[in-house]
């Protein structure tokens, strides 16, 4: 059974810090690229960031560029989302994806998504 359950998600205030985190399991987290969305009240979901395993190869929105750093641990079957320099507009339920091999030969989008978790930043 594939589950990703992300965690780490809070309130905390204008300029802070939060690391989130993506348990993985029941596919090959190892070769599958692994990535980061997120969802505002009223707002269509968009892309934060993604890291390819072929290569390690970081991808980061303009928005978060320079502020969210993502890692991954194929050890853990987990990949992190440092989020730094905080600002009320990242507030939103942030999910985990999965392109798994499948996909990525497919040429399809992510296969598996996380229940999400909610990240509030007051100003």
């Known amino acids: 059974q594939v589950q990703l359950v992300e965690s780490g998600g809070g309130l905390v205030e204008d300029g802070g810090s939060l690391t989130l985190s993506c348990a993985a399991s029941g596919f090959t987290f190892s070769r599958s690229v692994m990535a980061w969305f997120r969802q505002a009240p009223g707002k269509e979901r968009e892309f934060v960031s993604k890291m390819n395993w072929r290569n390690g190869f970081t991808y980061y929105a303009d928005s978060v560029k320079g502020r969210f750093t993502i890692s991954r641990d194929n050890a853990k079957d987990t990949v992190y989302l440092l989020m730094n320099s905080l600002k009320p507009e990242d507030t939103a339920v942030y999910y985990c994806?999965?392109?798994?091999?499948?996909?990525?030969?497919?040429?399809?989008?992510?296969?598996?998504w996380g229940q999400g978790t909610q990240v509030t930043v007051s100003s």
């Open positions: 994806a999965a392109q798994t091999v499948r996909a990525q030969l497919r040429g399809t989008a992510y296969d598996y």
